[in-house]
């Protein structure tokens, strides 16, 4: 490779990985609660540099607690969405953290129940 061409190919290289980084941090907001609370990216995907969707629930608990202690936290909300015949659902299956939280209850029983949910 001639100078000129490899300084070209190196410039390109340094400019595509400028905007890979700029795409990561795009998108990744997190819920307003998680925002201010600065709660960091390893602290939910065990990772530096995250890869992966599945976050488990452990993640979630080692901040917030169990099951037992979630289904007490809400014990107040009707139906308890911590408490139900579904079980102990993965938090990420509603509290999605970089798309707008989602009530998998809702799936069957539309319209059905009210939540204020993060
Ligand atoms: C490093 C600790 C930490 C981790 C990990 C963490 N959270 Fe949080 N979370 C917080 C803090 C601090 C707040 C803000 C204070 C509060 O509301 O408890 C918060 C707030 C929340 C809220 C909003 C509570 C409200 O007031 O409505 C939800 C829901 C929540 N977290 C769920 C999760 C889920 C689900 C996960 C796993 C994907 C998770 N958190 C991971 C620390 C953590
Ligand atoms: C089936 C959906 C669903 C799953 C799964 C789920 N949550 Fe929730 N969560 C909700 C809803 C709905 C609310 C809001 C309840 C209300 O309206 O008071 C909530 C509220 C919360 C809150 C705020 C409670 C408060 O009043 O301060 C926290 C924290 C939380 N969830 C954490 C978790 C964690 C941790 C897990 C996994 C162990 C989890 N949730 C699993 C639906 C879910
Ligand atoms: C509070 C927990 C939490 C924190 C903090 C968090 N994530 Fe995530 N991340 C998730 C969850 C849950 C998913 C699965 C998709 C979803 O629910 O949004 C995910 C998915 C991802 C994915 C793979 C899916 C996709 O959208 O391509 C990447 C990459 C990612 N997060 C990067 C990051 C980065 C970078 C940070 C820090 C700036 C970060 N995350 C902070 C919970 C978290
Ligand atoms: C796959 C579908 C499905 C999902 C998802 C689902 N349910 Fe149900 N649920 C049912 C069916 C079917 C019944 C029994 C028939 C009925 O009463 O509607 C039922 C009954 C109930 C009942 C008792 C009857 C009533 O209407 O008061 C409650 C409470 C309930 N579900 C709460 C929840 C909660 C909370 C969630 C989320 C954590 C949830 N369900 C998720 C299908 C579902």
Redesign the pocket.
């Known amino acids: 490779m001639t100078p000129a061409r490899s300084i070209a190919s190196l410039i390109c290289g340094l400019l595509m990985a400028v905007s890979s980084l700029a795409q990561e941090s795009a998108g990744r907001k997190l819920p307003e609660p998680h925002a201010k609370a600065g709660v960091h990216c390893f602290d939910c995907h065990h990772e530096e540099k995250p890869t992966k969707k599945a976050v488990a629930?452990d993640s979630?608990?080692n901040c917030?607690?169990?099951?037992p202690a979630?289904k007490a936290?809400?014990k107040?909300?009707k139906p308890n969405?911590?408490d139900?015949h579904?079980g102990?659902?993965?938090?990420i299956?509603?509290?999605r953290q970089h798309l707008p939280p989602v009530?998998?209850?809702l799936e069957c029983h539309a319209g059905k129940f009210k939540?204020?949910?993060?």
């Not at 917030?64 to 099951?67: A, E, P």
């Not at 939540?115 to 993060?118: A, K, L, W, Y």
């Open positions: 629930s979630c608990m917030h607690g169990d099951y979630m936290l809400t107040d909300a969405p911590h139900s579904l102990e659902v993965p938090c299956e509603c509290h009530v998998k209850c939540f204020r949910i993060h």
